[in-house]
């Protein structure tokens, strides 16, 4: 395991799941997309949309796209300005 990154910080966080030990599965908030008080991640930095995170359950480090406010979104995914034609 690698050791939390000097970075981390308990008044940065963010609500992504862990791509490696997944400790979100069978936790009801967190499958409602909601803001769990168990499972979050430290939020070390950002550049633009793209979160670099670590996961204080396993420790993992990984880079998450959200895809907001930014032109760099990779996969077409479109969540904001969802407007009918009328
Ligand atoms: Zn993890
Ligand atoms: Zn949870």
């Known amino acids: 395991m ?10 940065r966080r963010a609500w992504v799941t862990c ?14 997309r909601r803001r769990c008080t168990d499972h979050w991640r430290y939020l070390l930095s950002n550049t633009g949309s793209l979160l670099h995170l ?6 993992h480090v990984w880079d998450h796209e959200t895809g ?11 969540v ?3 407007r009918r034609p009328d």
Do not use: K, S, V, Y
């Open 80 to 82: 904001t300005g969802r």
């Open 68 to 78: 907001f406010g930014a032109t760099r979104a990779r996969r077409h995914r479109t």
């Open 2 to 11: 690698l050791p939390l990154d000097p970075q981390a910080d308990i008044g």
């Open 54 to 59: 670590q996961c204080p359950t396993c420790t």
């Open 19 to 32: 791509p490696n030990c997944r400790d979100h599965r069978g936790c009801a908030p967190c499958e409602e």
